[in-house]
T-cell receptor, first 129, second 107 residues
Framework: EVRLAQSGAEVKKPGESLTISCAAS????????IGWWRQTPGKGLEWMGM????????RYNPSFAGQIVLSADKSIATAHLQIYSLKAADTALYFC??????????????WGFGVSDLWGQGTLVTVSS | IVLTQSPGTLSLSPGERITLSCKVS???????LAWYQQKPGRAPILLIH???NRATGIPDRFTGSGSGTDFTLTINRLEPEDSAVYLC?????????FGQGTKVEIK
């Protein structure tokens, strides 16, 4: 079965860090970009960034750059999202997804990537003192 | 790129037909416009990619169309399980963006 399985819900205090994992199965993990998304009632679904497991290239939404680090471990077909300096506003549902197909990237932007056709089940993160 | 969806909420009966709108703030190739269905607390499910191509396993009651800056999703013969939020999404230029969604309630 083709799937992405995310790690479980987290409760953190402001200022702490966390790592969310996304384990892939049923397809060639190395050759598809993995995207990360944050969903809140106020801002909806926001793209945080994406990583390419084969060469560890990562691209970040400027809105999240500096607070997150994306990585992938090919040996266990798992991608990771690290979030630092958590705030209450980071309370959200986080998703990973697979981009079906790649496009082009410059230093600042990317174009024409494949649609996110496969999604993890989501990880609820609550940040509260 | 900003995607604006309308209407915000629809309440209809089973068997009806609905058309949802997604307006894009700048022209994009229809190749890079998708529609998703999302239920509370669940991951989005891909319905349509490339503006008009149904994803695997999606019934033909779901039809996407449009080009340039105006795209639509039509759902025929509504069923109770179609109650969800429908999201449009552009994957032409990063940062990839979603519309705010149209909530569909089946009475």
């Amino acid at each position: 079965e083709v799937r992405l399985a995310q790690s479980g819900a987290e409760v953190k205090k402001p200022g702490e860090s966390l790592t969310i994992s996304c384990a892939a199965s049923g397809y060639v993990f190395d050759k598809s970009w993995i995207g990360w998304w944050r969903q809140t009632p106020g801002k909806g679904l926001e793209w945080m960034g994406m990583t390419y497991p084969d060469d560890h290239d990562s691209r970040y939404n400027p809105s999240f750059a500096g607070q997150i680090v994306l990585s992938a471990d090919k040996s266990i077909a798992t991608a990771h999202l690290q979030i630092y300096s958590l705030k209450a506003a980071d309370t959200a549902l986080y998703f990973c997804s697979r981009h079906r197909g790649a496009g082009y990237c410059s230093a600042a932007n990317c174009w024409g990537f494949g649609v996110s056709d496969l999604w993890g089940q989501g990880t609820l993160v609550t940040v509260s003192s | 790129i900003v995607l604006t969806q309308s209407p915000g909420t629809l309440s209809l009966s089973p068997g009806e037909r609905i058309t949802l709108s997604c307006k894009v703030s700048q022209r994009i190739s229809s190749t890079y416009l998708a529609w998703y269905q999302q239920k509370p607390g669940r991951a989005p499910i891909l319905l349509i990619h490339g503006a008009s191509n149904r994803a695997t396993g999606i019934p033909d009651r779901f039809t996407g169309s449009g080009s340039g800056t105006d795209f639509t999703l039509t759902i025929n013969r509504l069923e109770p399980e179609d109650s969800a939020v429908y999201l449009c999404h552009q994957y032409w230029t990063s940062p990839w963006t979603f519309g705010q969604g149209t909530k569909v309630e089946i009475k």
